[in-house]
């Protein structure tokens, strides 16, 4: 297993179904495929050293996780944060490999804090699992995450 910081656009299209799976699984109002391939492509162009997006890849070089992350803006100084991670692989390694990718991310950038959005019960107990045994503490906040909208 192996990770790939993708730095070509052109490559982006071997995993266009894998985000519309994504899509499909968060089912959040105003995230779709389009959209979320977009803002992919944006930060494979102009994310530089600020925003990264990587793919995780089997011996076989199939494509089998992606993630991104970025440096978040002021007030939260000193914090990354990890906005996506999504596995269709059932190898637990593929979306690990991506963590520790995103670990490094942080250290490059001397992060104090750590940030994830993890779609569903299942990602936050792996995210918490991995995360203590490589010696981090883990703080749930609190905060929920909404959308809303006005209603014609």
């Not at 690990?96 to 995103?102: K, S």
């Not at 750590?114 to 995360?131: C, D, E, G, M």
Request: glycine content about 6%.
């Amino acid at each position: 297993m192996k990770a790939i910081k993708i730095s070509n656009v052109a490559w982006l299209p071997q995993i266009g179904e894998h985000i519309q799976s994504f899509c499909n699984k968060i089912d959040v109002d105003g995230i779709h495929a389009p959209n979320l391939y977009a803002f992919f492509v944006n930060t494979i162009q102009f994310g530089r050293d600020v925003s990264e997006f990587w793919v995780s890849f089997d011996e076989d070089n199939k494509p089998k996780a992606l993630a991104h992350w970025t440096i978040s803006p002021p007030p939260h100084i000193g914090t990354v944060y990890m906005g996506f991670l999504h596995s269709w692989s059932k190898d637990k390694q593929a979306a690990r490999i991506l963590l520790d990718e995103y670990l490094k991310f942080g250290e490059k950038h001397n992060a104090v804090w750590y940030t994830y959005n993890p779609i569903s019960p299942a990602h936050l107990r792996y995210l918490t699992s991995v995360l203590k045994k490589k010696g981090y503490t883990v703080k749930d906040t609190g905060i929920f995450n909404i959308v809303s909208r006005r209603v014609a």
